[in-house]
């Protein structure tokens, strides 16, 4: 079975810093989806960013990328130049990509709360 | 294009009745997931329908079920209801819950038992 771990519950950063949020995973397969989910106070969970196994390029979508580490099983996200609106809880998830209903399911870690200082 | 939406969005009920909650995905999806979230387990997966059927299951009791009917839309039903399924129960909605689908959430039902 797969689990993903995010060890840091909370993390806080200065608007207009970076930050990185840190996120491993366990996994015998070897192609598979990686997911970073936004859950602001409304609770509706909101994509923030994808990458898929089998590239070898980091994802980026804006002020966000990842930095992905197939061998060491660690996919963490990056926010750069962050806003009062990043403030929220983070998820990192994993998503088989086995050709079967059985990748209809994601796999998610206990979240991080990312405050954000003016 | 209208996101996916749960019905109702919170309610309280009482420890032993059911519940019913309602999703509709977005227009054209046909994959429908739920998933709950509490404090101390975290998001876990329920189930998931395509076209009707559910396709996989989560590790959850009898007493959570659900099904989807032909124009997509999706119920799931918490019977016996115990003070531990307080929780927020998200639903979310694919095109067809294949791999490179983009799997969207809606709002979520806030459910608390007393």
């Known amino acids: 079975a797969q689990t993903v771990t995010q060890s840091q519950p909370e993390m806080s950063v200065q608007e207009a810093e970076t930050v990185t949020l840190s996120c491993t995973y366990d996994?015998?397969?070897?192609?598979?989806?990686l997911f970073w989910y936004k859950q602001p106070p409304s609770r509706q969970m909101i994509l923030v960013i994808r990458?898929?196994?089998?590239?070898?390029q980091n994802a980026t979508e804006n002020r966000f990328s990842v930095n992905f580490q197939k061998a060491a099983k660690s996919f963490s996200l990056k926010i750069s130049d962050s806003q009062l609106g990043d403030a929220a809880m983070y998820f990192c998830a994993y998503r088989s990509a086995k050709l079967s209903g059985a990748n209809s399911k994601l796999t998610f870690g206990k979240g991080i709360t990312l405050s954000v200082r003016p | 294009k209208a996101g996916v939406t749960q019905t109702p969005r919170y309610l309280i009920k009482t420890r032993g009745q059911q519940v019913t909650l309602s999703c509709s995905p977005i227009?054209?999806?046909?994959?429908v997931s739920w998933y709950q979230q509490t404090p101390g387990q975290g998001l876990q997966f329920l189930f998931e329908?395509?076209?009707?059927?559910?396709?996989n299951k989560g590790n959850f009791p009898g007493r959570f079920s659900g099904r989807q009917f032909s124009n997509s839309r999706s119920e799931m039903n918490v019977s016996t209801l115990e003070l531990g399924d307080s929780a927020l129960y998200l639903c979310a909605s694919s095109l067809q819950g294949t791999r490179a689908d983009t799997i969207y959430f809606g709002e979520g039902s806030w459910l608390t038992v007393v």
């Open positions: 227009s054209g999806h046909r994959s």
């Open positions: 990458q898929e196994a089998y590239k070898q």
């Open positions: 996994t015998s397969e070897s192609d598979y989806y």
């Open positions: 329908y395509f076209s009707e059927t559910q396709r």
